[in-house]
């Protein structure tokens, strides 16, 4: 059983297996770039606080993000390879069979039900998530000087790094073989895949993310600013009244003189302040991280398990 199913995927595995080599060179080769110029344009001595060394560190990141930005932007596309990889995969390991009628075949020749969907998850799910591990790692390293400068929780480390990517990729599997199984039809299940892996993913990052702890939310002064760690995740900010309501900067301005926006933002600041404006900021710690990546795993892998489940339901009791 474990020989029929390679010789029916060894294709998909070459195909992957090139493409991560060759996305491992790319990302070598220019990651090679993007350290030696984080050290040499002083970028690493901004960030470590030594900042009076070089008094033009903002110029210095600018420089930096200008030269690779391209790079950096183009990363996020990889939150896509779970998704490609579940509807090429997933999306047919089961329908396939089901569709051509093949696994009754295999279902007389003593391979029972359980063992037959058994052997074919376990080495397609290890295969491509050990795929994906490969792929995190080196990305974890190339991404290492953005990391430092965005944060641990910017949505290209956050959902690249760490164990949830490998939770997305399970999660994504899950889904495409489920849909497989129920559709018995591996185009419309790929569809499906798409729909669902999407209506959950793009939730979670936008709206449920951001509480898996009750974020903290703290008011500054406006002269002095506020003074967060740069791995801190700011969720919101604006400003507030001396009554504690939330206001936009218009209030600030009809407060004082309005010409001093244009002429001395810092006289405006210190007029706002005298009126009793504060900033405010609502953000999550950069302390949290390692709990958000735990909560959010457990959370895509819990809808794993019960995909699979109901996948193995449905082979035991429902197809014939």
């Known amino acids: 059983m474990i020989w029929l199913t390679w010789r029916q995927h ?28 984080y050290t040499q344009l002083g970028v690493a001595a901004c ?10 560190c903002g110029t210095v990141i600018n420089t930096f993000v200008d030269q690779f930005g391209f790079l950096h932007a183009a990363v996020p596309w990889l939150n896509l390879v779970p998704l490609l990889v579940a509807m090429l995969v997933g999306a047919p390991l089961v329908a396939r069979e089901l569709e051509g009628g093949t696994h009754r075949m295999v279902w007389t020749q003593g391979v029972t039900r359980l ?32 990391t430092r400068l965005s944060g641990s929780f910017s949505t290209d480390a956050f959902d690249l790094e760490g164990t949830v990517p490998l939770a997305y990729m399970a999660f994504a599997l899950a889904v ?14 790929m569809a499906l895949t798409m729909a669902l ?10 709206w449920i993310r951001p509480h898996y702890q009750a974020p903290i939310t703290r008011n500054f002064d406006l002269v002095s600013g506020e003074s967060l760690d740069r791995q801190d995740w700011v969720i919101d900010s604006g400003f507030i009244d001396s009554q504690g309501r939330s206001v936009d900067f218009t209030a ?8 001093l926006l ?19 900021v609502v953000y999550q710690p950069a302390n949290r991280l390692a709990t958000f990546q735990a909560i959010e795993t457990a959370l895509y892998m819990a809808m794993t398990a019960g995909l699979l489940g109901l996948t193995v339901f449905w082979v035991r009791r429902r197809v014939s």
Request: glycine share 10%; charged share 15%.
């Open 252 to 259: 600030l301005i009809n407060a004082c003189d309005p010409n």
């Open 10 to 37: 060894r294709g998909e595995a070459l195909v992957i297996g090139t493409t991560l080599a060759a996305l491992a060179i790319l990302l070598i080769v220019t990651g090679r770039e993007i350290y030696n110029s």
């Open 262 to 280: 244009g002429e001395d933002k810092l006289t405006l600041i210190q007029c706002a302040q005298g009126h009793g404006f504060q900033g405010r």
């Open 176 to 189: 495409a073989v489920a849909s497989g199984t129920l559709l018995r039809r591996a185009l419309p299940a």
């Open 115 to 146: 063992r037959w969907l058994a052997v074919k998850l376990a080495l397609v799910i290890a295969g491509c998530l050990l795929a994906e591990g490969v792929m995190i790692a080196v990305l974890t390293w190339w991404g290492g000087p953005f």
């Open 197 to 206: 892996f999407m209506g959950v993913r793009l939730p979670v990052d936008t």
């Open 47 to 56: 960030l470590a606080n030594t900042s009076t060394l070089n008094p033009n």
